[in-house]
């Protein structure tokens, strides 16, 4: 692997293009400690270390949502476009017909995306700003609303960020090695080690960091192994003649992913978990007693420490799996284009029947890719409970999954590169 990276680096083009995305993560971490004026950072700190579902959206801005820079929306109103048009494209005809269209229409649909995102944007720095306003104690001071020109300049500015950071992804897909935005994503979760590990190192516990080594090793292998993991579908295509010309039939395979369905169904539970906690801790200071009663008794229900969190993050994140690949893989469909290049898996009839026998396989597979994703979306949980001593170093599941899913592809891509230079690549 490292003999490889020095051939990477020899490399003139790819070593510019590796350097390329160096800099301009250097220039995200640098950005991310920009501040936006007018707030409090000894209110912000603690409003943050109470609020799960900020912390959540704090973890792919990499520490600057806490910080109230500039960029601290990050790329999560992209993420947010970036799901909403997937889902429309299940369900609108036009942007289905576009999505057919190969390259041109995947640029469309990709530009659709980009101007979505900063309607988006403008949204969430509104409400971000609203509820920082009525924290007790308030994170922001004075007056707030759209008449309000301080109001107006941070509304402004954390849009501005939000933008800058797609441009600069963008950037870094053009440019560089890999997808932009999924760079971000990964240097904002990377950003946060050193901090999580001078918090640890306060009062160190060897043995119990031994333990989190090994475990870490082993999740990580996991994920490799889960992530790269697919069913291969023999498929066959029989002798065909096109004009004057015969065209010989050949055999490959259609590959189905063990997870087809990546960390959305994670960012979908959790969005839905924290949504009742988040709405009862605004009632939880009410003048009618019975009121801030049941507002605490469900902030104290729902909390990530709770076993009840825990068993329905994992039920819910088991469904969704099964939701978000039933919507984006669609058996008729594949079966559809198979009859009409004139393919069809030995044994299984074109048609309805080899749709059949799709759905049956990724129903099953798919299984296993839901029981993984639960299980990577708890085990957080399950460390921090297993190891308290840990403090701030703690094995966030998602956060590892999105890590390493980065890096694997990000070698592939490089190994791409190297095997058309004859160089031996990373993977075997």
């Known amino acids: 692997m490292f003999e490889s990276l020095l051939n990477a680096f020899r490399a003139p083009d790819i070593r510019r293009r590796l350097l390329f995305v160096a800099g301009i993560l250097i220039v995200f971490r640098f950005l991310s400690h920009v501040p936006v004026p007018g707030a409090d950072p000894t209110a912000l700190a603690t409003f943050f270390s109470s609020n799960s579902l900020l912390g959540l959206l704090d973890l792919f801005s990499g520490g600057g949502l806490a910080r109230f820079s500039i960029v601290g929306l990050g790329v999560n109103p992209y993420i947010n476009a970036s799901i909403i048009m997937q889902l429309m494209t299940g369900v609108v005809p036009s942007l289905q ?17 980009r101007y979505l995102s900063v309607p988006l944007a403008l949204l969430q720095s509104y409400g971000f700003l609203a509820l920082l306003h009525n924290t007790q104690p308030p994170v922001l001071s004075g007056s707030f609303g759209l008449a309000d020109l301080t109001t107006l300049t941070q509304i402004i500015s954390l849009t501005a960020g939000s933008v800058l950071l797609m441009w600069l992804g963008e950037l870094i897909t053009e440019k560089g090695i890999g997808n932009g935005i999924s760079f971000i994503i990964f240097a904002g979760i990377v950003g946060r080690a050193p901090s999580a590990l001078v918090v640890f190192l306060r009062s160190p516990d060897i043995l119990a960091f031994v333990a989190f080594a090994v475990v870490a090793v082993a999740a990580v292998l996991t994920i490799v192994y889960i992530q790269e993991g697919q069913r291969r579908i023999p498929i066959q295509y029989a002798s065909r003649v096109r004009g004057r010309r015969m065209y010989q039939g050949g055999s490959t395979f259609l590959p189905l992913r063990v997870n087809q369905a990546g960390v959305i169904p994670i960012i979908f539970a959790v969005s839905i978990l924290l949504f009742p906690s988040q709405i009862a801790q605004y009632f939880t200071t009410s003048q009618i007693t019975i009121v801030a009663d049941i507002a605490t008794g469900i902030v104290n229900l729902m909390s990530p420490t709770r076993p009840l969190y825990a068993i329905m993050y994992f039920l819910l994140t088991f469904g969704f799996t099964y939701f978000y690949t039933a919507f984006t893989f669609k058996p008729d469909e594949t079966a559809e284009q198979l009859r009409k290049n004139g393919g069809f898996i030995p044994g299984i009839r074109p048609g309805r029947p080899t ?6 396989v990724v129903y099953r597979i798919t299984i296993a890719g839901a029981f993984f994703l639960a299980v990577v979306a708890v085990s957080p949980i399950l460390i921090g409970l297993i190891f308290p001593s840990l403090g701030g170093l703690t094995l966030g599941g998602t956060s590892l999954l999105i890590v390493v899913s980065v890096v694997v592809e990000t070698m592939k891509q490089i190994e791409a590169q190297l095997m058309m230079r004859n160089y031996e690549g990373f993977i075997r």
């Open 97 to 113: 017909a576009l999505s057919r269209e190969g390259e041109y229409g995947r640029n469309k649909i990709n530009q659709y995306t």
């Open 355 to 360: 749709q059949d026998y799709l759905s049956k």
